[in-house]
């Protein structure tokens, strides 16, 4: 089955096998950005007090190391969904690679 819009989005050629695999990166990618901002939060109401600082200051390095995690995430998404077209039967156009540009 392949979407015929003329978007770059995704082309299913394995049922739904591309899809269930982009919704778990979705999925990972939206609860980073969740820690990210939970971990920001925290520390910007710790500096508010300066025996909270120091922790708050972890809380801001965690967030940051967060951050990092969410190109780790696309790279991941975007080797798997390469290795499911490497093993996916030829089909009679050329399978368009996955295009990276949504943000999970």
């Known amino acids: 089955m392949r979407n015929t819009a003329k978007s ?27 820690l990210i901002a939970l971990w920001f939060i925290a520390g910007s109401i710790m500096f508010f007090s300066e025996q909270w600082t120091t922790t708050g200051t972890w809380c801001f390095l965690i967030g940051s190391i967060e951050l990092l995690i969410r190109p780790a995430i696309r790279l991941t998404r975007h080797l798997h969904l390469q290795r499911v077209h490497s093993r996916a039967p030829e089909p009679h156009s050329p399978a368009a690679p996955p295009d990276g540009s949504q943000d999970y």
């Not at 989005?9 to 969740?34: K, P, Q, T």
Request: net charge negative.
């Open 8 to 34: 770059t989005s995704l082309v299913i050629h394995l049922g739904g096998e591309e899809l269930v695999i982009g919704r778990r990166y979705e999925a990972a990618s939206i609860a980073n950005d969740v």
